[in-house]
């Protein structure tokens, strides 16, 4: 007698959980194929460390959150390399909650060293797309912070909010105590329920979140061609050269700060090259200047001086700031290094700016002639 054939059964989360695994099997294709394709071996390599770690962000904030429980994530942090994407700095730590725009949330917690935090709220136009528009933004000046540095404060309920993100910036890091935060739900929590079809809408969500992050990166270095786009920050179109700045819209694609000017560019210098950078920055709370590599990560902080900032930076005489990027550690005071790599991108970021700062000035110079002193 034959036995007929069990059928397998079919789960929404185990199908949602196939289209991740493709979803994450394609992604590769934006960094070693077509247009955008990197050009060397330790740009692929962190094509894939941008895979891993893009994922690990999107499977905690979609997968294993609880918006009526919620706990501040670390999304990026001076020290861990499994947290090196989106646009990160050697100077800051950045977290991330999500929550339930019908709910009132506690947030309370201590500065530590920070020059500058802030809390800001997002929207999310449907699951796993990236944030157009900011809903909430608090500074440290808008809070009441007593003399041992705590602060306590309330949120919500606040329409179209899904996600609190945390910034935090210090002048050294690796001695700056960072902000701590802590938040907390005012209502009754909801029951917990890891089903079939809220697991399925979670790896979907995660799935939508990592597709979009690759239409960003690898950022392009020079001209885009027929590769441009309209995601992420504005990116000078030409190699050696820095974007205008600007200050950040409240309607704004992904999750920049309401109070900060951006400024991009991108470098791609020989081994005896230097970009030779002139800033004259407007009164602010904190600027910096940080290399990255073409996925929108940095180093650690004790790896290499990647970036500078208000307090690291020897101003020349006549305020200005004078900055040389080589792909080695050059003399200069406010020289940061590339840590070896011939292109990749750069990010001027001022928070609180009493004005949009002028574009900096960008000389390509043999690094034997490159400043050594300040003027």
């Not at 608090?138 to 912070?145: A, H, P």
């Not at 409240?250 to 470098?267: K, Q, T």
């Amino acid at each position: 007698m034959t036995e007929t054939p069990t059928q397998k059964p079919v789960h929404a989360s185990t199908i949602a959980w196939g289209e991740l695994l493709d979803t994450l099997r394609g992604l590769d294709a934006a960094f070693i194929e077509g247009p955008r394709a990197v050009t060397d071996d330790r740009h692929i390599a962190d094509g894939y460390r941008a895979l891993a770690t893009t994922l690990g962000v999107a499977l905690d904030t979609y997968l294993f959150a609880e918006p009526s429980r919620p706990t501040f994530l670390e999304i990026n942090t001076p020290h861990r390399r499994d947290r090196r994407w989106g646009g990160d700095n050697t100077d800051a730590y950045y977290r991330m909650a999500p929550i339930d725009p019908e709910r009132r949330y506690r947030i309370w917690g201590n500065r530590g060293d920070a020059v500058y935090f802030a809390l800001t709220g997002y929207n999310e136009p449907s699951p796993g797309t990236w944030s157009d528009k900011v809903v909430l933004h608090l500074n440290d000046s808008d809070l009441d912070i007593d003399g041992n540095g705590d602060f306590s404060f309330e949120v919500g309920p606040i329409a179209d909010v899904a996600v609190l993100v945390t910034r935090d910036y210090q002048v050294d890091p690796l001695s700056g105590r960072p902000v701590t935060w802590e938040i907390e739900c005012l209502d009754s929590p909801d029951p917990i329920r890891h089903g079939d079809a809220e697991t399925a809408a979670a790896l979907r969500a995660s799935a939508a979140w990592l597709r979009t992050m690759f239409l960003i990166i690898p950022l392009t270095v020079g001209v885009r061609g027929d590769d441009a786009h309209n995601l992420g920050h504005e990116i000078a179109n030409t190699a050696n050269t820095f974007g205008a700045p600007y200050q950040v819209p409240d309607s704004n694609f992904g999750w920049s700060a309401r109070d900060a000017c951006y400024s991009f560019g991108s470098y791609d210098l020989a081994e005896d090259e230097a970009l030779v950078i002139t800033t004259t920055t407007p009164q602010c709370r904190f600027w910096s200047m940080v290399v990255w590599n073409q996925f929108m990560a940095t180093h650690n902080a004790a790896d290499g001086r990647s970036s500078v900032n208000i307090g690291s930076a020897v101003p020349n005489g006549d305020g200005s700031v004078t900055i040389v990027v080589a792909r080695r550690q050059a003399a200069h005071p406010n020289a940061v290094t590339t840590m070896g790599y011939p292109r990749g991108n750069l990010a001027f970021r001022w928070f609180l700016a009493d004005r949009v700062p002028d574009p900096p000035n960008v000389r390509l110079v043999k690094l034997v002639d490159a400043p050594k002193a300040v003027h």
